[in-house]
């Protein structure tokens, strides 16, 4: 059984930073393709960042020079660091992740069950 846990969400001021953390536990074999999502009310979820195994990341323009998505391999674990935060990044944020359990051929989705952030004076 694998899950995915975040953490890091909460209230912020605009202009203030979050780290969010998303530690993949259980037997996993090996880890894909690791990314952040967020929904915020009324809208569709959609793909924040996503960095790969060896590194190469892709951000959603509205975020790019603000976040920064990173990941331990060693730990399963993928961190998104959001400076200078706005009103609009508002949303409860998921964290996704490609995982071939152990004993297992290819690559399984997983998501996390969300952590909310609110920006808000």
């Known amino acids: 059984q694998v899950q995915l846990v975040e953490s890091g969400g909460g209230l912020v001021q605009p202009g203030g930073s979050l780290r969010l953390s998303c530690a993949a536990s259980?037997?996993?074999?090996?880890?894909?393709?690791m990314g952040w999502y967020r929904q915020a009310p009324g809208k569709e979820r959609e793909l924040v960042a996503v960095?790969?195994?060896?590194?190469?990341?892709n951000y959603l323009d509205s975020v790019k020079g603000r976040f920064t998505i990173s990941r331990d391999n060693a730990k399963n674990t993928v961190y998104l660091q959001m400076n200078s935060l706005k009103p609009e990044d508002t949303a409860v944020y998921y964290c996704h992740a490609q995982i071939t359990p152990i004993a297992w051929t290819g690559y399984i989705h997983y998501w996390g069950k969300g952590t909310l952030v609110t920006v808000s004076s």
């Open positions: 259980g037997s996993i074999s090996s880890s894909g393709d």
């Open positions: 960095i790969t195994s060896t590194g190469n990341t």
